[in-house]
Nanobody
Framework: QVQLVESGGGLVQPGGSLRLSCAASGFVFSWYDMSWYRQAPGQERELVATITRPSTGTSISYADSVKGRFTIFRDNPKAMVHLQMSSLKPEDTAVYYC???????????WGKGTLVTVSS
């Protein structure tokens, strides 16, 4: 059974830091690109960061809105991907979702999300 379980969300003050984690199981983690998405209430889900599978170079990309503040990294032996968030802003408030993408050969999977609230 495929599982993606996010953790690390919570309430943080503007300017603060938070680390999100995603634990993967039920599939070969190193065969999948991993991404973090976020969705604020009433808003569209947006891509925050991606780190690709090792076979394609473990390439990293970020949304312009988080460049210089967020860092995505993966631990393939532990089958985990993390999002280190710094200099947080109220507009970062959202539910953050972990996604695994094995296309074109394999499927894609989503976690259930973890809530990040940036507020004073």
């Amino acid at each position: 059974q495929v599982q993606l379980v996010e953790s690390g969300g919570g309430l943080v003050q503007p300017g603060g830091s938070l680390r999100l984690s995603c634990a993967a199981s039920g599939f070969v983690f190193s065969w999948y690109d991993m991404s973090w998405y976020r969705q604020a209430p009433g808003q569209e889900r947006e891509l925050v960061a991606t780190i690709t599978r090792p076979s394609t170079g473990t390439s990293i990309s970020y949304a312009d809105s988080v460049k210089g503040r967020f860092t995505i990294f993966r631990d393939n032996p532990k089958a985990m991907v993390h999002l280190q968030m710094s200099s947080l802003k109220p507009e970062d408030t959202a539910v953050y979702y972990c996604k695994a993408d094995g296309r074109p050969v394999r499927g894609e999977y989503w976690g259930k999300g973890t809530l990040v609230t940036v507020s004073s």
